[in-house]
T-cell receptor, first 115, second 111 residues
Framework: DAGVTQSPTHLIKTRGQQVTLRCSPKSGHDTVSWYQQALGQGPQFIFQYYEEEERQRGNFPDRFSGHQFPNYSSELNVNALWLGDSALYLC??????????????FGPGTRLLVL | KQEVTQIPAALSVPEGENLVLNCSFTDSAIYNLQWFRQDPGKGLTSLLLIQSSQREQTSGRLNASLDKSSGRSTLYIAASQPGDSATYLCAVGGGSEKLVFGKGTKLTVNP
């Protein structure tokens, strides 16, 4: 059973460029959340996708956008990159249930460096 | 706004010692609390999940407790080993709801 996978593992971009990160959820999961983890900090929630729509959003600017595909995989897009976007980007998948709680499973992350 | 604090920020202990990591949160209306382990440059590994209705969970040498009324959780590690060296993160929220993380406790277990 494949866990959460993310690509690429590492990425180097320059200021002003755009980047797309990809995530495939754990088999059987339908919800994908994205987190940004700066060095020495805990992960910060960016947004969550369910049924191909953004369900929740954290305190991140519109430069951060996403998409979920019919197969539940997801992309995170960041436009107009600046130095402060350098971080580890984590994807987490879970199963949406009414009134229930499920643990989130995290992928290995994509390390983004903006120069 | 939920805020999560972890104390201490770093901890260094000799091998074999029992230790406690602390996590506090400001809003007691949580669905669950999770403890994660993160190795340098890696993703997160879930260690223990405590539902809001539970008081503790155990897995091997790990025991996590939850006191919602006081907004506190502890992670107890028994008989620590060098392989336990990592950053331990506490997160509150719930399943499909967003997780709010603390900054973590960096644990070093010295042989």
């Amino acid at each position: 059973d494949a866990g959460v996978t993310q690509s690429p593992t590492h990425l180097i971009k320059t200021r002003g460029q755009q980047v797309t990160l990809r995530c495939s959820p754990k088999s059987g999961h339908d919800t994908v959340s994205w987190y940004q983890q700066a060095l020495g900090q805990g992960p910060q929630f960016i947004f969550q996708y369910y049924e191909e729509e953004e369900r929740q959003r954290g305190n991140f600017p519109d430069r951060f956008s996403g998409h979920q595909f019919p197969n539940y995989s997801s992309e995170l897009n960041v436009n107009a990159l600046w130095l402060g976007d350098s971080a580890l980007y984590l994807c987490a998948s879970s199963l949406m249930r009414t009134g229930g709680v499920e643990t989130q499973y995290f992928g290995p992350g994509t390390r983004l460096l903006v120069l | 706004k939920q805020e999560v604090t972890q104390i201490p920020a770093a901890l260094s202990v000799p091998e074999g010692e029992n230790l406690v990591l602390n996590c506090s949160f400001t809003d007691s209306a949580i669905y669950n609390l999770q403890w994660f382990r993160q190795d340098p440059g890696k993703g997160l590994t879930s260690l223990l999940l405590i539902q809001s209705s539970q008081r503790e969970q155990t897995s091997g040498r790990l025991n996590a407790s939850l006191d919602k009324s006081s907004g506190r959780s502890t992670l107890y590690i028994a008989a620590s080993q060098p392989g336990d060296s990592a950053t331990y993160l506490c997160a509150v929220g719930g399943g499909s709801e967003k997780l709010v993380f603390g900054k973590g406790t960096k644990l070093t277990v010295n042989p």
